[in-house]
Structure formats: structure tokens, C-alpha cells
Nanobody, 119 residues
Framework: QLVESGGGLAEPGGSLSLSCAAS????????MAWYRQAPGKQRELVAT???????YYAHSVKGRFTISRDHAKNAVYLQMGDLKPEDTAIYYC???????????????WGQGTQVTVSS
């Protein structure tokens, strides 16, 4: 349901962007988010954006990362700037999706994409 792209290797101070698009039977997409999980650490919330446009950023990325959405494409993006080695992690897309008008929304995860920040 969620297909991610982007990521890769960047030097400290560099930039990378991630994309995630929902596909399949979709009636509505509600909050979309990005999480990340570094080796040996728990998965943590990076940023979210609601349907209404409200955004949340983790303190560690505020001012460096920007989340955005394309509602027509059921997509969410994460523009990452001023990258630091501690941003190295697998990044996961997450979304609440309603597949039909008569069912509740379900939370979905993407497969994850690796982001490595190293010189």
C-alpha cells in the first residue's frame, strides 16, 4: 500500500529527499508520517502532516527537515537538509488509510528506505 523511494548516501551537511505514495484501494488518506529506526534503537517519529496541513517535527530534525504532501497523488515527501551522521537510519513511511466509506481506517507502513550520512 505504501511505496517509498529516495534515500541513499549523503555527506554531513548534505541533503536527501524521500517520497512515499499510497496505492491500491483508497477511499481516504488521513495523517501521513515519517519514522526512522537507527541500528540498536527504537523506531522514532520524525514528522507528521495531517489532512488539514498541521505538521509536527521531532525536536532533533526541526528546522532541517520538511514534510509535505500531495493529496491528489496520495503522497508524502520528506526533504532532509543539513544532514548529520545521527540521521543515519532506515526511514519508514506511515499512513492512516480508509479503503472504503463503510470501514474504519487502517494504519500502514512502507517497506523502509536506508539513509546513510557519512563522509
Amino acid at each position: 500500500q505504501l511505496v517509498e523511494s529516495g534515500g541513499g548516501l549523503a555527506e554531513p551537511g548534505g541533503s536527501l529527499s524521500l517520497s512515499c505514495a499510497a496505492s491500491g484501494d483508497i477511499y481516504a488518506v488521513y495523517t501521513m508520517a515519517w519514522y526512522r529506526q537507527a541500528p540498536g534503537k527504537q523506531r522514532e517519529l520524525v514528522a507528521t502532516q495531517t489532512v488539514g496541513g498541521n505538521q509536527y517535527y521531532a525536536h532533533s530534525v526541526k528546522g532541517r527537515f520538511t514534510i509535505s504532501r500531495d493529496h491528489a497523488k496520495n503522497a508524502v515527501y520528506l526533504q532532509m537538509g543539513d544532514l548529520k551522521p545521527e540521521d543515519t537510519a532506515i526511514y519508514y513511511c506511515n499512513a492512516d488509510i480508509k479503503v472504503s466509506h463503510d470501514v474504519s481506517s487502517t494504519n500502514y507502513w512502507g517497506q523502509g528506505t536506508q539513509v546513510t550520512v557519512s563522509s
